[in-house]
Each structure stands twice: as structure tokens, then as C-alpha cells.
């Protein structure tokens, strides 16, 4: 089945340590987007990318990075310079556009990363 | 600037009853796009519709429908006769140019049986 998968699910960190949240797609679709949720504030935009090879910085970005060496892989590493990593991070996709939010996103299951 | 404002933090209503999830937008932009996307526990986002701006026409499909108002930069969603299924945190989404999608806050929905 087609379908956008991340893992891992569930995530501990000890302060200081880096972690890298893995996305991956089979939907063919040009653009994926990293998302952050915490309770009550909705989802908020870490990083995006509309190509391979290429990504541009979201409204959260510091702490955070990601590359896109694959069409259907755009991993986010949780740096030790994010203050407050402890969150629900979601994953998605689309095919781009040249209006790329026209189309819906495709979103994974999550992963939700606790800073011990 | 765009935003997206879900003033309803969370909501409870006992099965049966009709509820409708309030939406309000904010955007310069004359092309844009509106979207719904339900958050079951599972966590996973699902869609539910896209509109875009030049369509103001409401939608009926089954027991959901919505009212897009330009006039008053709303896109509200109604569930009627709910269920203890559509217990969920609902998203309502503004799309413009090639930024990614703005997010309202979420309501969360609880149907009590």
C-alpha cells in the first residue's frame, strides 16, 4: 500500500544526545514537510522540501535539521540545540505544484519524542 | 501574513447531537486554498476537503457539510447526527502560493455516547 511510514514511533532522548527521525514515502510525491504538534498549539512547520537535494526552513526551524539526498526519504535530526524537543513530530507529503498547497497532504502516524 | 484561528479549544457533545467546528482565516492573498484534516487518536492526519478561494459553494457529503464565507473569512464545519466515532481533533488548514499549509490550533471533539 502507498502510504508515508515513520519510525520510530515512540522516542527517548537523555538531554544533549541528537536523535534523527526517520520519513519515508511511496507516494512518488515531490514535496514532504516536517510538522511539530504540541497540545494546543496545532502544527506548527519545521522544515520543507519541494525537490531532492533541496529544503527551505519552516517557522521553527533552529535546532532542527534535515536533508533530502532521496525522493522518498526526508529525515529530521533533533539537534541537542532544541531547547524543548519533548513533542509530536509528523511527517507529509504532496505532489508538487506550482501552487504546491492546492493538493492535500498525505501525512504519517507520527513519532513523539520524549526528552528524559 | 497567514493564520488560521480554531477559537474552540475542545468541545463535548452527546451522540446524536448536530456540532459545527468554527474557522477563521486570515490571508492578503486572492488565490488560496481551505482545508479540513481529522486527527483520530491513531495520531495519522487524515483529509477531509479542500476548497479553494473562488469556490464558495457549501458541501454535503454524508453526515458533513461546510459553509465557506469570503465575507467573513470563515470555513466552518458541521457533523450531524454525531458519533462516538467522530471523536477526534479537527485542523482547519490555509494553503497560499507555494508556502506550506498554515494550521489553526485544533479542536478537539469528544461524542459522548
Known amino acids: 500500500d502507498g502510504g508515508i511510514t515513520q519510525s520510530p514511533k515512540y522516542l527517548f532522548r537523555k538531554e544533549g544526545q541528537n536523535v534523527t527521525l526517520s520519513c519515508e514515502q511511496n507516494l512518488n510525491h515531490d514535496a514532504m514537510y516536517w510538522y511539530r504538534q504540541d497540545p494546543g498549539q496545532g502544527l506548527r512547520l519545521i522544515y520543507y522540501?519541494?525537490?531532492?537535494?533541496?529544503?527551505q526552513k519552516g517557522d521553527i526551524a533552529e535546532g532542527y535539521s534535515v536533508s533530502r539526498e532521496k525522493k522518498e526519504s526526508f529525515p529530521l535530526t533533533v539537534t541537542s540545540a532544541q531547547k524543548n524537543p519533548t513533542a509530536f513530530y509528523l511527517c507529509?507529503?504532496?505532489?508538487?505544484?506550482?501552487?504546491?498547497?492546492?493538493?492535500?497532504?498525505?501525512f504519517g502516524e507520527g513519532s513523539r519524542l520524549t526528552v528524559l | 501574513a497567514q493564520k488560521v484561528t480554531q477559537a474552540q479549544t475542545e468541545i463535548s457533545v452527546v451522540e446524536k447531537e448536530d456540532v459545527t467546528l468554527d474557522c477563521v482565516y486570515e490571508t492578503r492573498d486572492t488565490t488560496y486554498y481551505l482545508f479540513w484534516y481529522k486527527q483520530p487518536p491513531s495520531g495519522e492526519l487524515v483529509f477531509l476537503i479542500r476548497?479553494?478561494?473562488?469556490?464558495?459553494q457549501n458541501e454535503i457529503s454524508g453526515r458533513y457539510s461546510w459553509n465557506f464565507q469570503k465575507s467573513t473569512s470563515s470555513f466552518n464545519f458541521t457533523i450531524t447526527a454525531s458519533q462516538v466515532v467522530d471523536s477526534a481533533v479537527y485542523f482547519c488548514a490555509l494553503g497560499t502560493g507555494r508556502r506550506a499549509l498554515t494550521f489553526g490550533s485544533g479542536t478537539r471533539l469528544q461524542v459522548q455516547p
Open positions: 476548497r479553494n478561494s473562488f469556490d464558495e
Open positions: 507529509a507529503s504532496t505532489r508538487a505544484s506550482r501552487q504546491v498547497t492546492s493538493g492535500e497532504l498525505f
Open positions: 522540501s519541494q525537490i531532492v537535494n533541496d529544503f
